[in-house]
């Protein structure tokens, strides 16, 4: 039988994203281990979505570190522990290191709420996102669910889905029907992974179904 996928999931703040996985593993729609959540704001709510559901936790920050060397050291020593076989950014506010993302290319999944290439990169986060499509005038918005590269917002894309941008719209109710999408679909592209579906030739995604 096929081992299990190793999930560490990284995050940041409310963790919805990641309460969506888990809701879908328990559900039996997502066959994974979620072997660890990594956060760097022990505050966050993220790390009591984990402990309700009994996933370890890891807290991270980078700042604890005096050099980016013992960081990537510690970051890289938790995930073999575990034998993560895919990362997954839920509201992760850090940039991974450029040896974590080497490591672990093509391994390393973010979901960004909008559709990239517009509207992201370094700042291009959260109600900023929102406003940019609003501000812009753009009539469409949506998600982008993608590989991780060195670059923000960057690497290969994995799915994209798209919402319309209401003449009424604040980045309020953008950011509510941006996020159904996201909860809707993130755990889809984890699915694909999970199963080898997923082939990555250059920039170019295929085999996720949705
Ligand atoms: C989501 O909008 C996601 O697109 C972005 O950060 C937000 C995280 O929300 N990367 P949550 O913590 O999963 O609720």
């Avoid at 559901?53 to 970051?75: A, K, Q």
């Avoid at 839920?90 to 490591?103: D, T």
């Avoid at 469409?140 to 798209?162: N, R, W």
Wanted: charged share 20%.
């Amino acid at each position: 039988m096929k081992k299990q996928t190793n999930v560490a999931i990284f995050a940041s703040g409310g963790g919805s994203n990641f309460q969506s996985i888990i809701d879908r593993k328990d559900s039996g729609d997502l066959s994974i281990n979620i072997a660890l959540m990594i956060g760097n704001n022990s505050k966050s709510y993220c790390f009591k979505r984990a402990e309700n559901h009994g996933i370890p936790t890891l807290h991270l920050p980078p700042s604890r570190y005096d050099s980016s060397e013992e960081y990537v050291f510690v970051l890289s020593q938790a995930l073999k522990e575990k034998e993560i076989d895919l990362i997954v950014l839920a509201g992760y506010m850090k940039k991974l290191p450029s040896e974590i993302v080497s490591q672990y290319r093509n391994k390393i999944m973010n979901i960004h709420p909008g559709l990239l290439p517009a509207f992201g990169g370094q700042g291009m986060y959260g109600k900023r996102v929102h406003q940019a499509v609003l501000d812009y005038g753009a009539k469409i918005s949506g998600i982008t669910v993608h590989f991780v590269d060195e670059e923000y917002d960057h690497g290969p894309v994995i799915l994209q889905k798209t919402v319309d941008v209401l003449d009424e719209d604040t980045a309020d109710t953008l950011a509510e029907r941006v996020l159904k999408l996201e909860h809707q679909y993130y755990w889809q592209a984890v699915k694909a992974f999970a199963e080898g579906s997923l082939q990555v030739n250059g920039r170019t995604v295929t085999g996720v179904v949705v």
